[in-house]
């Protein structure tokens, strides 16, 4: 299996501008995190899906970060305008079920925002 | 979700075991015990979980007290590959997701 992609892998933008990550999760698997690390903050969950259902987006910063799951295969996390505190790693992450099983990440997207 | 707390740092010399301890007071009788670790520039990867029962699998064992109040995390032989931070989590029967906290960062000497 290919595990988790993410794309872009790196990514420079400047302030203001629309950044749409991308993430496939593994085949099968039902749930998607997706996941924001900084120095200052750590890991931070920002929401996860459940068979393409959002569950628990507690953890999206503002309304400048929006996320979407059209279909088992495809999520995006969109940042709308970013801001120079946005730059971080993403990173997206699935697993099968909802029971206490694996997590796998995707080797994330580096975003910096100038 | 159920809080675990980790000692900011360790260090080992290569080839000694290596103990990294995880307290997890609050955990509830449906919470599975996770380890994952990172490596510089990746995401974090599996290393192995468990229940109630003491686990082993070719990367590590994990020891789970009897109470669960706690468990530790032991590789059996350090490497420089080992070197990374080490995240413990519960993962929870009753919900999808996990809160990661600050993790152990292993440092290991030559």
């Known amino acids: 299996d290919a595990g988790v992609i993410q794309s872009p892998r790196h990514e420079v933008t400047e302030m203001g501008q629309e950044v749409t990550l991308r993430c496939k999760p593994i085949?099968?698997?039902?749930?998607l995190f997706w996941y924001r690390q900084t120095m200052m903050r750590g890991l931070e969950l920002l929401i996860y899906?459940?068979?393409?259902?959002?569950?628990?987006d507690s953890g999206m910063p503002e309304d400048r970060f929006s996320a979407k799951m059209p279909n088992a295969s495809f999520s995006t996390l969109k940042i709308q305008p970013s801001e120079p505190r946005d730059s971080a790693v993403y990173f997206c992450?699935?697993?099968?079920?909802?029971?206490?099983?694996?997590?796998?990440f995707g080797e994330g997207s580096w975003l910096t925002v100038v | 979700d159920a809080k675990t707390t980790q000692p900011n740092s360790m260090e080992s010399n290569e080839e000694e075991p290596v103990h990294l301890p995880c307290n997890h007071s609050?955990?509830?009788?449906?919470?599975?015990i996770h380890w994952y670790r990172q490596l510089p520039s990746q995401g974090p990867e599996y290393v192995i979980h468990?229940?109630?029962s003491n686990v082993n699998n070719r990367m590590a064992s994990l020891a789970i007290a009897e109470d669960r109040k706690s468990s530790t995390l032991i590789l059996h032989r350090a490497t420089l590959r080992d070197a990374a931070v080490y995240y413990c989590?519960?993962?929870?029967?009753?919900?999808?997701?996990?809160?990661f906290g600050d993790g152990t960062t292993l440092t290991v000497k030559p």
């Open positions: 992450a699935s697993n099968q079920g909802t029971t206490g099983n694996t997590i796998y």
């Open positions: 085949s099968g698997h039902n749930s």
């Open positions: 899906f459940n068979n393409n259902v959002p569950i628990d």
């Open positions: 609050t955990i509830s009788g449906t919470d599975y």
């Open positions: 468990g229940l109630t």
């Open positions: 989590i519960l993962r929870s029967t009753n919900a999808g997701k996990s809160t």
